[in-house]
């Protein structure tokens, strides 16, 4: 396997990396068990979480399938923090976002729901419009200097809030953001305006989430089969999943299948690969909730994108297009209901 530098770290990554959203609901922790070993095997060294995760569930999953492997010091583990923890419990308007008190709580509580003593890439989960830059800035820095995290990054960023992070950074003498993690598929491509080239310039890496759609570029829905068994959005009542489920969504999945069958390939297998490949791209995350889907999943390590390939794909899903509005867009207009 090839591995990738990390932004403008020294850190070496795998070309995928391994998404733990499901733990905790749909995947056991004898599944993850499997699934953690069995990407370590294959040679992944970057794994992924949050702590709102299934509320910490999967944190706690990752931290023993870890623990199991005996590995700890092989693995680059990341997590997140920024959403609320206490749903369930009365009203605190402090309960979320970025400012200092809760990104110093959410890191010790990960730390010791993944039972480590430090987090190799500490992110923040979205934006937050309502805190200055510089105080989250400040507290990730203080976080670093303590030896508690060792690299930090954000997700889902517009490219004008990453460079307003990295000149606070850069004034205030601050440890900066290395890596960004945006969605990133063959059905939205936003990214490719804005984003990437901000973060090719500045020396950031990328780590795009959902680069199967949610399921929609595995194959499962179809015109005829909206509501596939077993599916993540199986009789989901989310309209924006409706949305994704249009007509030039469809016309486009089915391109891009004759296009796989082509390659004598998966559709699944092609949407990884591509995303794998393009520019400024460090490592996708995976999300398998199974151990059959990780194995599929790593197939598109050993499949080759020409660039006749990419001509293809373009002339169906021209670059910087968005096919849907499924996909949460907070950091292009910030939504509140955390």
């Given at each position: ?48 979480t949050a702590n ?30 920024h959403g609320n ?84 950074s850069e004034k ?167």
């Open positions: 396997m090839e591995y990738r530098i990390l932004g403008r770290t020294g850190i070496r990554v795998s070309p995928l990396t391994l998404g733990t959203m499901t733990y905790g609901s749909t995947t056991s922790q004898d599944e993850a068990d499997k699934i953690v070993a069995t990407s370590i095997d294959a040679g992944i060294n970057l794994i992924d709102v995760y299934n509320t910490g569930i999967s944190e706690q999953f990752v931290g023993k399938a870890i623990a199991k492997t005996g590995l700890r010091e092989h693995i680059v583990l990341a997590t997140k923090c923890m206490f749903k369930d419990q009365p009203l605190n308007p402090n309960r979320w976002g970025n400012s200092r008190r809760q990104i110093i709580q959410q890191c010790e509580a990960s730390l010791t729901r993944l039972n480590t003593d430090y987090i190799d890439l500490y992110q923040i989960h979205r934006p937050d419009p309502h805190c200055p830059i510089d105080e989250t800035m400040r507290a990730l820095d203080d976080l670093v200097r303590s030896g508690k995290v060792r690299y930090i990054g954000c997700s889902t960023f517009a490219a004008w809030q990453l460079v307003e992070s990295l000149w606070v205030l003498s601050l440890n900066r953001f290395v890596t960004e993690q945006p969605p990133y598929n063959l059905l939205d491509r936003r990214i490719e305006r804005e984003l990437i080239p901000a973060c090719q310039h500045y020396g950031l890496g990328i780590l795009p989430w959902s680069p199967l759609a949610g399921g929609f570029l595995t194959g499962k829905y179809t015109r005829q089969n909206t509501s596939p068994k077993d599916a993540r959005y199986t009789n989901s009542q989310n309209p924006r999943v409706n949305e994704l489920m249009s007509e030039r969504c469809f016309d486009a999945i089915e391109k891009l299948q004759e296009l796989a069958r082509q390659k004598d390939t998966s559709l699944t297998t092609l949407s990884l690969a591509w995303c794998m490949n393009q520019p400024g791209i460090t490592s996708p995350i995976i999300g398998p909730r199974t151990l059959e889907q990780l194995i599929d999943n790593l197939s598109a390590l050993n499949l080759s994108i020409t660039d006749a390939d990419r001509e293809a794909i373009d002339s169906i899903i021209p670059p910087g297009t968005f096919l849907s509005h499924y996909y949460d867009t907070r950091s292009y207009e910030y939504r509140s209901g955390q």
